[in-house]
């Protein structure tokens, strides 16, 4: 009896299996599959919804094939799509750093895309494209340009994420105080040491190739000075009343009337021993492209400015003659009489050559790109609780 019943169990059994493979293959034959627990439609409108559709199907295990099957896009091109969106992810703070410019300073326009070539920094992306406004990480603000009444400023509410940059390159004398600017930037750039963002007037650069021999240009004439922005009660002004009076000084600019051209001053400023490299007025840093031009083209500055140590924290000491190691105008117009005698004694003024070289700065595309580098480096907060007592003091 119980061999009859055993029988029978392993005969239903083997029925059992043989009809549950049968239902089985016919499922699969005339069965079309639904893939709408993936959310990825059969027919989808789109191409682009599809894609995204897929490429989440696609983080999903196993899902490649019924993807591929069920989706009407190109599946390596949602496989790509998806290594790209998988890289941007990893790469993180890699990512292109966005800096808009606000306005363009003094309506002078520059090349947005020299940061890597010019200062070798990566990963920025510069532009005046307002619609921006939203995604930029910093955006850069001329003072100058800054209406009083801050009309023209941003108007839209500031990301939490981004930083606004306060740039000015004119001194305090001949910059507008506006009361409204306290608590409104978070950075400041301009040729001030202790600015956030350093951008001097010019550069004194190491020669990479080593220590090199400097060949003097050749000199015609002693003293030279360039000048179109007169004012009376300037220093520069009364001092040089006074030296004219003991040395011979070619002078140039408009308000001499005679106005050169940018060709013309590289060949005068060349030829000229000594050049009278005075500032409009006198603050702390301001040291402007009137020292450096004369530095880069051969010729030896003499200074009316802050005192020498704030020349020696940019340049060499022996690079410059500043006017107030002098007790009058008269002792300093001799000394250059002696310069102009006595050829290694002039020579000393160009020994910092053999290791370095004047570079000037590149208005408005050198704030652009330093400010990203800057804030591309720095993700903390920071806001310029009182910019003016800090500029004007």
């Known amino acids: 009896m119980d061999s009859q019943n055993s029988s029978r169990s392993c005969k239903n059994l083997f029925i059992a299996v043989v009809l549950i493979t049968g239902f089985s293959a016919i499922f699969y034959m005339y069965y079309e599959p639904s893939v709408n627990w993936l959310n990825c439609p059969v027919a989808p409108k789109h191409d682009d919804d599809c894609r995204n559709i897929c490429i989440n199907a696609l983080n999903r295990t196993n899902q490649i094939q019924i993807v591929n099957d069920n989706c009407s896009v190109n599946f390596t091109s949602v496989q ?8 941007a992810s990893s790469q993180g703070d890699d990512l292109d750093t966005i800096i808009l410019v606000w306005m363009w300073p003094f309506g002078q326009q520059f090349d947005l895309g020299l940061c890597s070539s010019m200062y070798d920094i990566h990963g920025c992306h510069l532009t005046v494209d307002k619609s921006q406004f939203n995604k930029a990480h910093g955006v850069l603000i001329h003072h100058r340009d800054i209406h009083g009444d801050l009309s023209n400023m941003p108007k839209l509410p500031r990301p939490p994420f981004q930083k606004w940059v306060w740039m000015n390159m004119e001194s305090p004398t001949h910059t507008a105080r506006h009361s ?82 940018d060709q013309d001053y590289t060949d005068v400023m060349s030829s000229c021993k000594f050049y009278l490299s005075f500032e409009n007025s006198i ?51 001799d000394h250059l009489k002696l310069l102009d005698q006595n ?22 595309l050198e704030h652009a790109c330093y400010s990203c580098d800057h804030i591309r480096r720095n993700k903390n907060y920071r806001v310029v609780n009182d910019l003016n007592s800090w500029f004007w003091g």
């Open 80 to 87: 790509h799509q998806l290594t790209q969106t998988e890289a």
């Open 180 to 261: 409204n600017l306290n608590n409104l930037f978070n950075l400041t750039s301009s040729y001030r040491l202790d600015s956030d963002i350093l951008v001097p007037y010019g550069r004194i650069l190491e020669n990479t190739g080593g220590k090199k021999d400097y060949e003097i240009p050749r000199k015609n004439k002693l003293v030279c000075w360039i000048v179109s922005n007169w004012n009376p009660n300037f220093r520069r002004s009364k001092f040089y009343g006074e030296f004219e009076k003991h040395i011979s000084v070619q002078t140039y600019g408009n308000h001499f009337n005679k106005r050169i051209g």
């Open 283 to 333: 603050h702390k840093d301001y040291i402007t492209e009137k020292l450096y031009r004369p530095l880069s083209l051969g010729t030896v500055p003499v200074v009316i400015g802050p005192p020498r140590a704030n020349y020696e924290e940019f340049i060499p000491a022996s690079a410059f003659i500043h006017v107030d190691d002098f007790k009058t105008p008269k002792e300093l117009a």
């Open 343 to 364: 050829d290694n004694l002039y020579r000393q003024h160009f020994t910092w050559r053999e290791h370095f070289f004047a570079k000037g700065g590149s208005f408005g």
